[in-house]
């Protein structure tokens, strides 16, 4: 984290200790956190310690990481409905341009994330010609 972009970076200011939080877990390569802006009680954030804007920028350990982390969070909190969200990018809704997962309770239909699913109809031959550019 050496770059000046983490040196400014709030995550990685967290990680550091710099600035306070309320942690509730830590790994050798995650750093989980209550959010200060909850969606519900319990809103959780799962970051990476390794300083990355996007998920596809960020070294597999650290992303191999996180998720039993946010499931942790989740089981302790003892949530039975709950969202893990990431996005990646402005557009997308990252307002913070480090890596990191957000772990929210949805207790009920007012509490937690709420989400507009705007679905189309797919066509099936762009569909196919995708599959074919986008096999991994």
Known sequence: MASKLAAECIFCKIIRGEIPSFKIHETAHSF???????LSEGHALVIPKHHAEKMHELPD?????????AKKI?????????????NNGR???QEVPHVHFHVIPKPN?????TIS????????????EL???TKI
């Open 32 to 38: 989980a956190f209550f959010d200060i802006g909850p």
């Open 117 to 128: 699913w705007p679905a189309k109809k797919a066509d099936f031959d762009k569909l196919k």
């Open 109 to 113: 239909e007012e509490e937690g994330l």
């Open 91 to 93: 557009l997308a809704h």
């Open 61 to 69: 350990e650290f992303l191999a990481d996180a998720m039993p982390v």
């Open 74 to 86: 989740a089981l302790a909190l003892g949530a039975d409905n709950y969202n893990i969200l990431q």
């Open 131 to 133: 599959v074919s550019k």
